[in-house]
């Protein structure tokens, strides 16, 4: 089809664009979390994650070294003196700055500030600083120092390292995803198993009471998921199942099954149908039919169907909360760790961009490794 | 590592496990019950054929049966009683209480709007996706990328949404990108175009949009009562979304913007909504894409061609050839979507709960189940939903019904 | 005195090791710095007793004990933040009756021991009253923190009375600054904050007997009384020039994130209403006592209602019945099972026994101090409503009061939703 608009130059052009400007509307967002996560808090807190290449002004609030410990006496002064960015342990450079939480810019680097008394401070852009006084003055606590400081672009991988290879946290994370393929891989493999079958009869074999079915299967598509859970769980627990990966297994399958049953059918329909036939001409069983023609014609399908309920199973956080998670915290899953965090580290951008990070790498490499098969099945499914 | 290793364990078991009674089934009915020789070969055979489907079929209608069967039927039975009086049966009472708390209308009210702009807009934007980079080179790339949000859960979009709709105080630097985009409007003439013009144009197109379909199905010749039912509903339902339309391109001509303060989107009541629906419309546009890709490609070239050579334009090629003939892979994509969107839940309850009036009947639902511990009335939301699915469910059952005959 | 025998044979039973150990699982709202304390508590009872004892967060707790408890896979201990819901199960016959014998322990060893009691007994399933539930760590909730070098740099004096409170508060307006910092988000809970304020303004403008019967539903949500102190929080949180970020930014701003406001350079904020819990959430490296303290939510002095002290409490209760269960709950009783936390972050109790000098900082005193210099102690309110009210339609109901609802319409909801709960 390509070659109906190539004539036109200027339109392709256009079209050019408008792709571009869609598909960079549809990734900014994940971007920007992308790089939010490389950041360190100050800066997520201080100037939007598109002006990350940028240097960053921010105002700081630094402290001078405790006088008790560090004052040193010159005359019948006190001094203390030292380097506001090395004490906290950041990089930059002073703009100006003040003494007074009220009077933040009262000073330009260099400037001396007069205090109370004979008490003073000089702050100078690379932080050195020096505070004299007399003995009463120079006591207690050090003196704030409030500074508006541009600081140079920093991007970081301590979010990726805290997240993963903290020891208080690492643990948690790698049981969670431990748990997360552990309910993932059986909860994709067997609903996939149990729909062929089913999907095979309901396509090619003839029976009373098959369009009811099929009918019944295309309505259970809708049925919203969480009126089922307690009625579920009760039942688990009523047969001695309760909480546990079986559970969710079960419950991951029957949730899956309409949608496996009605992709894999409208495909399977559309087989040729002179191989099926000549195939039973020879005298194949239904069985033979099914395992050693319609399953291999029938992989794209099947693997497209095995994507969405991975990526469905792995995203999942409701299910996993009603039929998985008891009481021993030995079965979280990685949704679960996430929306913990959140609920600890609510305004921590740095932890939540890192967190959901993490917990969208798995889906995505899979997402753009075996993208064509999904899109194979959704057709399908959908496309007549 | 335990655990992988019993995951391991049950996948072998459990697959062969169903591999297993596939096959031995399926052996004992040809070897044992009916072996398709001797004197009643025939007979056999035949009763052997009468079973098997249902052998097939067993384990699928067993889980379907009980993990979706009957939850519903349960869920009837509770929306019909009242657990504090220990179950008694009381009637409707239940829906009686849930049509007068404001919440659930206010619920309605808001699954009604996600219901038109949700998938209006995700199947606008994968249509358009899909016509644009059906003739570019690296289309495959734009389309994979557009796709992506797919693979996200909702948990992490909330988490970037929650990102782009970040409020600071007006005297910091905003760190949502929508507030340090809002700030750089000032009410000049740029702002007049991008808020004023561009929304209501949009909305305009829209209303037109509706009316063209509407004029579409309305034009259908027939006699049958179904049709005719069909085509007043379509009538009043697009008459009801264009006045729709036309009301709020007036409403965003005459409102005056508050320039200059930070917003906090997710708390503006009425347009929040919107800000939340966006989440569900980014990740569903790459799927009505996809879709509605194959689609197009599925459309003969002579039909094109042909009215290229009468002299159409490229726009006129793509509303009078391309979308009458994919019309009925648009209705899937948008009944699909609608599923979807009648089952929101996540995105909802993760962004706002369903406060600042934002409240869904997925999460009004959950509320009154998990939080108010109100089984009755919760069920009854359920079986609302349900109804509202029904439609739906209906067409989906006379269109494989049709493709039965 | 023999009550207390008993109780001391079943600590002597417990640590000579008789009962045979078990699985324990204990199932709170605590996450992240909490969690990690209360872990420390059970470890101590692990080694102690020899169990095998297992804490689980959850910052759905509300709903997730629910479902389980509803389902029957509860956790053998729960830690209720919300009388209220507690009162649900035990009705519902979730909850298992602690020992003989804990009633009179608690009379006799917690200051206000009656109380106490009476805030863990509830009807079971046939109506009878029973004590379920034991109260481990207490919170003060009637406390402004604030920044006392901002007040220093400002020169504010802090404040002893309502009026000279909202002096101050049109002084920080008038020197061109914003005095609070109120943030009800919350995830599922928010709006919970704001309940806080209604109960504190209620009790610095009606008598206890109104907050009683307030709280029970004798009097309605829709009662002046109670309609005016929901208007006595929108003074405060309603006015745009009184709140960090304006007034519409209340209702969405994470209350974990609010109180960082007061320590931005220049100060968003001068004041923050919150429980003694929230220094968990100042920035990192924050030194309470130094870096932020805080004052008592002073009472209208005009208004003769003595100095009332709002406060709240997690209590404990057997959600599936087994002996190491029972085990726990009289190890609580220890005074060391009070000290291992006290010696941590954010925990204050009302266990008499306990050697008060192992507080991690003197704050905590003081804390303490506001404790026992209340002329009223109020439990609060919402945590003692049924959860469809106190952890539902109030909580969404103060959202909607904050963004702008008029606050006779939002009481009215919210009596209907209790309504429908009869």
Redo the contacts between chains.
């Keep these: ?2 070659n ?2 190539g004539s ?1 130059s200027s ?2 052009w256009a ?2 664009l ?3 400007a ?2 960079l509307l ?5 971007v ?2 992308f790089v ?1 996560s490389f950041r360190t808090a100050d800066q ?7 002006a990350s290449l940028g240097s960053a ?1 921010q ?3 630094f402290r001078a070294a405790d006088p008790d410990d560090n004052r040193v006496a010159e005359g019948d002064i006190f001094v203390v003196e030292g380097n506001l960015f090395e004490e906290a342990g950041r990089t930059g450079t002073i703009g100006v700055w003040g003494t ?3 009077a ?1 810019d009262a000073y330009v680097a260099g400037e001396t500030a007069e205090m109370k008394g004979t008490e003073q401070i000089t702050v100078a852009a690379d932080g050195a600083y020096r505070w004299t006084g007399s003995g009463e003055e120079i006591a207690g ?1 050090g003196q ?1 120092v ?2 508006t400081i541009t600081s140079p672009p920093e991007f970081t991988l301590e979010n990726y390292d805290s997240m993963l290879l903290d020891p208080s946290n690492s643990e948690g994370m790698a ?1 969670a995803f ?2 997360t ?3 993932t ?2 909860a994709t ?2 609903p996939i ?3 062929a ?2 999907a ?3 396509a090619w ?3 009373p009471g ?2 009811l ?25 009523g047969i001695g199942i ?2 546990g ?2 559970g969710v ?3 991951h ?3 899956g ?2 949608l496996a ?1 009605y992709l894999l059918r409208n495909y399977m329909v559309g087989l040729p149908k002179d191989i099926i036939e000549n195939a039973k001409v020879d005298g194949a ?3 033979l039919i ?1 395992t050693r023609i319609i399953l291999p014609l029938s992989f794209p399908a099947l693997a497209s169907f095995a994507i969405f309920q991975f ?1 469905w199973t ?5 299910v996993a ?2 039929f998985l ?7 979280t899953v990685m ?1 679960n760790r ?3 965090l ?6 921590n ?1 740095e932890i ?2 890192t ?3 993490v ?2 790498a798995v ?2 490499v ?3 490794a075996l ?1 064509r098969y999904l ?1 194979r099945g ?2 399908a499914g ?3 | ?1 335990n ?2 290793l ?3 364990i ?2 072998v078991i ?2 062969g496990g ?2 297993g009674y ?2 031995f089934s ?1 052996l004992f009915l ?1 070897r044992v019950l009916f072996p398709p020789k001797g004197p009643n070969a025939g007979r056999n055979i035949n009763r052997a ?2 079973i ?3 052998l ?2 067993a ?3 067993f ?2 049966g ?7 039927l ?2 009837l039975r509770l929306s019909l009683t009242d657990r504090s009086q220990d179950g008694a049966f009381v009637g409707l009472a239940n829906y009686n209480q849930m049509l007068s708390e404001p919440k659930f209308w206010e619920a309605m009210g808001n699954n009604m709007l996600w219901l038109i702009v949700v998938p209006a807009g995700s199947t606008a ?1 994968g249509l ?2 899909a016509q ?5 080179s690296w ?1 495959s790339l ?1 389309k ?13 979009a909330s ?6 709709y970040d409020t600071r105080p007006e005297d ?6 929508l507030n ?1 985009l809002w700030l750089k409007f000032d009410g000049g003439i740029g702002s007049a175009l991008f808020l004023k013009a561009l929304p209501g144009l949009i909305l305009l197109s829209f209303a037109a949009l509706t009316g063209y379909v509407a004029w579409l199905i309305l034009r259908r010749t027939g006699a049958s009562a179904w049709l005719w039912l069909g085509k007043a509903i379509s009538g009043v339902f697009a008459a009801w979304m264009i006045l729709m339309a036309l009301r709020a391109t007036f409403n965003i001509f005459t409102a005056q913007l508050p320039y200059g303060d930070p917003q906090t989107w997710l708390t503006l009541p009425f347009y929040n909504n919107f800000f939340l629906m966006v989440v569900l419309i ?1 990740i569903q ?3 009505a894409m ?2 509605l890709s ?5 459309i003969p ?1 002579e039909t ?2 042909a009215a ?1 050579v009468d002299g159409a334009n ?1 726009l006129q090629v793509f509303f009078r050839i391309k979308v009458p003939q994919i019309m ?2 648009i209705v ?2 948008w009944t ?1 979507i609608t ?1 979807v969107v ?2 929101v ?2 995105i909802v309850f993760a962004m706002t709960n369903g406060q600042w009036q934002t409240q869904v009947l ?1 999460n009004y ?2 509320d009154k ?1 998990f939080r108010a511990n109100d ?1 009755g009335v919760g ?1 009854a939301a ?1 079986i609302v ?2 109804l509202l ?1 029904s439609p ?2 209906v067409w ?2 006379y269109n ?2 049709k ?2 005959r | 005195m023999k009550q207390t025998l008993l109780a001391g044979a079943g600590v002597l039973a417990l640590s000579a090791g008789m009962s045979a150990a078990e ?1 324990l ?3 709170g709202p605590w ?3 909490d969690q990690a304390n209360v872990e420390q508590v059970l470890a101590d009872f692990a080694a102690k007793s020899g169990h095998d004892v ?7 707790f509300e709903q ?1 004990i629910m ?2 408890a ?7 201990i729960a830690v209720f933040p919300q009388p209220g819901l507690a009162a649900d199960m035990a009705s519902r016959g979730f909850l298992t009756p602690l020992k003989a014998g804990t009633g009179d322990w608690i009379r006799d060893n917690y200051a206000a021991g009656q109380s106490w009691v009476d805030l863990g007994t509830y009807a079971d399933k046939d109506g009878n009253d029973q004590l379920y539930g034991f109260f481990y760590k207490v919170d003060v909730k009637s406390l402004v923190w604030y ?1 006392p ?2 007040f220093e ?2 020169g504010y004096d802090v404040p002893t009375t309502m009026e000279e409170l909202k002096a101050l508060t049109d002084q920080i307006v008038a ?1 061109g ?1 914003t005095p609070w910092c109120i943030g009800l ?1 919350s ?1 599922g809970a928010t709006g919970w904050p704001a309940t806080d304020w209604v109960e504190d303004m209620l009790l610095r403008t009606q008598s206890p007997d109104i907050y009683d019967k307030w709280v029970t539903n004798e009097l309605s949500f829709t009662d002046a009384a109670i309609v005016g102190a929901i208007e006595e929080f929108g003074a405060f949180a309603r006015n745009d020039a009184y709140v960090a970020g304006g007034a519409g930014a209340v209702a969405s701003t ?4 609010s109180p ?1 406001g007061m ?5 968003q904020c001068y004041m923050h209403r919150q429980a003694s819990f929230i220094p968990a959430f100042f920035p990192e490296g924050t030194v309470v006592g ?1 870096d932020a303290d805080f004052f008592y939510f002073p009472a209208y002095e005009g208004k003769d209602l003595g100095t009332p002290v709002l406060g709240a409490g997690t209590l404990w209760a057997i959600t599936n019945e087994n002996q190491a269960a029972h085990d726990l709950i009289a190890y609580l009783q220890e005074p060391a099972a009070h000290e291992i936390w006290m010696g941590l972050q954010g925990f204050l109790t009302p266990h008499k026994g306990v050697d008060t000098s192992k507080f991690s900082d003197p704050t905590l005193k003081k804390m303490n101090d506001i404790l026992l210099g209340a002329t009223t102690f109020r439990f609060d309110g919402s945590d003692l409503m049924p959860g469809g009210v106190g952890a539902g339609s109030f909580w969404t109901g103060m959202v909607d009061y904050a963004g702008g609802k008029d606050a006779a319409a939002v009481a009215q909801e919210i009596q209907d939703s209790w309504d429908a709960l009869k």
Aim: proline share 5%; aromatic share 12%.
């Design positions: 089809m390509s109906i608009a036109r339109l392709t079209v050019h408008s792709v571009l869609l598909v549809w990734l900014f967002p994940t920007g979390l939010s997520i807190a201080t100037s939007g994650w598109w002004k105002n700081v609030v007074s939480s009220r933040i606590r704030r409030f500074a049981k431990f748990n393929l552990t309910v891989i059986p493999i067997i198993v149990i729909a079958f089913a095979y009869a309901l074999m003839q029976f098959r369009a079915l099929i009918a019944l299967v295309v309505g259970l598509l809708v049925v919203p998921l969480q009126l089922a859970l307690i009625p579920l769980l009760k039942l688990h627990l309760g909480k990966y079986l297994w079960l419950a399958t029957g949730f099954l309409p049953i069983s239904d069985f099914f990526l792995w995203n999942d956080l409701l909360k009603v998670i008891d009481a021993t915290g030995q079965t949704t996430i929306t913990e959140l609920g600890t580290r609510g305004g951008w939540l961009a967190a959901a990070f917990s969208i889906p995505l899979v997402f753009f993208q899109v959704l057709l959908s496309v007549k | 590592m655990a992988a019993l995951g391991l049950t996948v459990g697959v169903c591999l596939f096959y399926n040809d054929n009468q098997r489907p249902w097939f079929l384990p699928a209608v889980a379907l009980l993990y979706l069967g009957y939850p519903v349960e869920t934007f358009l996706a644009l980079t059906d003739r570019i289309g734009a994979s990328l557009i796709f992506m949000p797919m693979a996200i859960s909702f948990v992490g988490v970037i949404f929650k990102l782009i910091k630097e905003q760190i949502g990108i340090a980014w546009t790459g799927f996809v879709i194959a689609a197009l490609r599925g070239e094109v061609e290229i490229p009925s892979t899937v994509v699909t599923l009648l089952k839940f996540d997925a639902m959950f189940l089984w069920s359920a939903i349900m699915v739906i469910l989906n059952v494989a019904r493709e039965m | 699985q699982t204990v199932f996450l992240g710095p297992r804490y689980v967060g959850s910052d759905a997730q479902v389980d509803e389902a029957g896979s509860a956790p053998n920044v070098e901002n740099d400002a020197d600054e988000g995830g994470d209350f974990r994130d960082k320590f931005d350079s220049p100060p130094e």
